[in-house]
C-alpha cells in the first residue's frame, strides 16, 4: 500500500493511490466539509468501529465464496445498520420528518445493475437493490413499490423504531458522516461497486440525489474499475464523475495504473467543481490499483486485501 499524492492535486484535499493485491476492498463513509478538529473522539472511534466492521463482514464474505456483488452488498449493508452513517439505519430525515433512502449495486462482470430510490420500508436499501440487480429484468425501482417489491423477494423489513431519529446529519450538533460506499475485486478479477445513502438532511420528499444513479452515483466494468462516489448530489448527476473515470481509463494513456486512475478521478472532480460541487471517489481495477480523491477535507474511508490489513482514514492522511 503506498500512498501521497500522485501527477496532480489540482482542488483535491485527499489524493491517494496505490496497489492492493486481489481480492480487495475498499468502503468510504462519505465525504464532508469538517475539518479534523471539529470530530470528537467519540465520534472518530464510532466512525473507525463502523468501518472496521463494514471491511470485516466484507471480507466475511469473500472467504465464504461470495462474488465482488455479495461483498459490496454486506459491507454497505454493515455500514447501513451502524447507525453513524448516512445510510439505513442512520438516514437523515426529509423536511417532512421521513426516511427516503437510495442505494445501488453494479457488477462490472457484465455491467449488472440494481438500483431503489426513495425506500422507506426496509432495513438495507442495499439488499434491496441487490434484488433489483439480480431478477434482471429490471435495472431501476422506486418508492413504496420498490419496498414491497424487495420485502416480497426476501428483503428484511425494518423493525419498529429501527431508524435514529437525530442519526447523521440531521443532528445538530453530532458531526455526522455522508452516504457510504465500496468497491471490491474479488479472487477472480471481478470488480463490483455499493452506494447507498439517506439523502440530504431536510430534502424535499421525492428527491433522489446521484447515489443510486449508474455513472454519477457509482459503476463497475471490469474492463476498467470500480468506482463508489459522494458528494452534492445535484451535482454528481450533472457531471456523472464515476462514468468520467471509466472512460478515461478506457482511453488509457498507459501510465502508472494507479496515478492514471487518480488522475481520472481527479479529472472528473474537476468537473463536479466547475458546476459548483464538492465531494470524493473511490476507485480499484481489476488488478487491485485503487485511488481515493476527495475535493472535501475529510473523507472516511477503509482498506482491505490479501496483502494488506484492515486499515482505516478519515482525514487527509490521516
Ligand atoms: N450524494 C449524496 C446525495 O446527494 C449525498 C452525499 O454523498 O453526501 O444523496
Known amino acids: 500500500l ?11 484535499l485527499i489524493a491517494e493511490r496505490g496497489r492492493l493485491r486481489p481480492p480487495a476492498l475498499i468502503v468510504h463513509g462519505g465525504a464532508g466539509l ?13 466512525f473507525d468501529a463502523a468501518v472496521r466492521r463494514a471491511l470485516a463482514v466484507g471480507w466475511h464474505a469473500l472467504e465464504r465464496g461470495g462474488d465482488a456483488v455479495a461483498v459490496a452488498v454486506e459491507a454497505v449493508a454493515a455500514l447501513e445498520d451502524s447507525g453513524v452513517m448516512n445510510a439505513g439505519r442512520g ?4 423536511s417532512e420528518g421521513t426516511v427516503e433512502m437510495d442505494a445501488a449495486v453494479m457488477g462490472g462482470a457484465a455491467r449488472t445493475l440494481g438500483a431503489v430510490a426513495g425506500v422507506a420500508a426496509v432495513r438495507n436499501p442495499v439488499r434491496a437493490a441487490r434484488y433489483v ?16 417489491y424487495a420485502i416480497g423477494a426476501g428483503g428484511e423489513p425494518a423493525p419498529p423504531g429501527w431508524f435514529r431519529p437525530t442519526a447523521g446529519a440531521a443532528a445538530a450538533n453530532a458531526p455526522a458522516s455522508d452516504t457510504v460506499g465500496a468497491v471490491v475485486v474479488d479472487g477472480r478479477g ?10 440530504v438532511p431536510g430534502q424535499v420528499p421525492g428527491r433522489i440525489g446521484d447515489s443510486p444513479v449508474a455513472g454519477a452515483g457509482l459503476w463497475a466494468d471490469d474492463r476498467s474499475c470500480a468506482v463508489s462516489a459522494t458528494g452534492t448530489g445535484e451535482v454528481f448527476l450533472r457531471a456523472a ?8 481509463l478506457r482511453a488509457g494513456s498507459h501510465g502508472e495504473p494507479a496515478s ?39 473523507m472516511i474511508r477503509g482498506f482491505l486485501s490479501a496483502d494488506h490489513p484492515a486499515t482505516v482514514r478519515l482525514f487527509a492522511g490521516a
Open 2 to 12: 503506498s500512498t501521497g499524492a500522485a501527477g496532480r492535486q489540482g482542488d483535491l
Open 34 to 46: 469538517r475539518r479534523a478538529e471539529e470530530l470528537d473522539d467519540e465520534h472518530r472511534r464510532g
Open 91 to 94: 438516514s437523515v430525515r426529509t
Open 133 to 148: 440487480l439480480d431478477d434482471g429484468n429490471w435495472a431501476f425501482l422506486a418508492g413504496p413499490a420498490a419496498d414491497r
Open 190 to 199: 471481478h470488480t463490483a461497486a455499493a452506494t447507498s445513502t439517506g439523502g
Open 241 to 248: 464523475p464515476a462514468h468520467h473515470v471509466h472512460l478515461l
Open 260 to 298: 492514471e486512475l487518480l488522475d481520472a478521478c481527479g479529472a472528473a472532480l474537476d468537473e463536479v467543481v466547475a458546476l459548483g460541487g464538492h465531494g470524493g471517489l473511490i476507485a480499484l481495477t481489476p488488478a487491485g490499483d485503487y485511488a481515493l480523491a476527495a475535493t472535501t477535507p475529510l
